[in-house]
């Protein structure tokens, strides 16, 4: 089957850094994609992966290694407005996208 | 960039009502468009993709005949919800693939639109 893995919740401190991780196991691949999504309202679109590597898009950052079916979301210079639940979604091989059940991501002063 | 629009933002209907959501691309056109439901403190669950002049296709355990999707044009789809039940209540997501940006991967979300059955 296909599967999705981030943890449920986290917490952080403002002006740190937190790195959310994602496994998957997914039929087939065509990309991997993080959305914020804030209580109440829809996903925004984050970041999409689908070479190995970094990428990084100002305090944001997404990694992915195919060859472990692993991602992680790097933000840095956290500021409470990042207080938000993150989404992993793989595309498979029919371009479905299949969605983590997403990570609370609690920031405190 | 892209922008999806949904309406309405938010509908309280009464028990065995039919509500209609529409869902418009408005700047690009997608030729596929889908449609989540979202329970407070769940995840997106797929309910049905939506192909511009065919048939949706409907994920297991969707009742197709309860959630009826037109997607008629390239800018348009819509989800009506039938004979409504409170169980019914929550939040509608659509979401439509851009072709244009990441080799036709993306795809951008409406606001979307809280239901209640009271």
């Known amino acids: 089957g296909q599967n999705i893995d981030q943890p449920t919740e986290m917490t952080a401190t403002e002006g740190a850094i937190v790195q959310i991780n994602c496994t998957y196991q997914t039929s087939g691949f065509n990309g991997l994609f993080w959305y914020q999504q804030h209580a109440g309202e829809a996903p925004t679109f984050l970041s999409y992966n689908v070479l190995d590597g970094l990428e990084e898009k100002g305090r944001f950052s997404s990694f992915l290694s195919r060859s472990k079916g692993y991602s992680y979301l790097l933000l840095k210079e956290l500021q409470m407005k990042d207080s938000a639940s993150y989404l992993c979604a793989v595309m498979d091989s029919n371009y479905q996208l299949i969605w983590g059940a997403g990570t609370k991501l609690i920031i405190k002063p | 960039g892209a922008v999806v629009s949904q309406h309405p933002s938010w509908v309280i209907c009464k028990s065995g009502t039919s509500v209609k959501i529409e869902c418009r691309s408005l700047d690009f056109q997608a030729t596929t468009m889908f449609w989540y439901r979202q329970f407070p403190k769940q995840s997106l669950m797929l309910m049905a993709t939506?192909?511009?002049?065919?048939?949706?296709?409907?994920e297991q355990g969707v009742e197709k005949d309860k959630f009826l999707i037109n997607h008629a044009s390239l800018t348009l789809s819509t989800l009506t919800v039938t004979s409504a039940h409170p169980e019914d209540s929550s939040f509608y997501i659509c979401?439509?693939?851009?072709?244009?940006?990441?080799?036709?991967?993306?795809?951008?979300f409406g606001p979307g639109t809280r239901l209640t059955v009271t």
């Open positions: 939506s192909n511009e002049g065919s048939k949706a296709t409907y």
């Open positions: 979401s439509a693939r851009d072709h244009r940006g990441l080799a036709g991967a993306e795809q951008y």
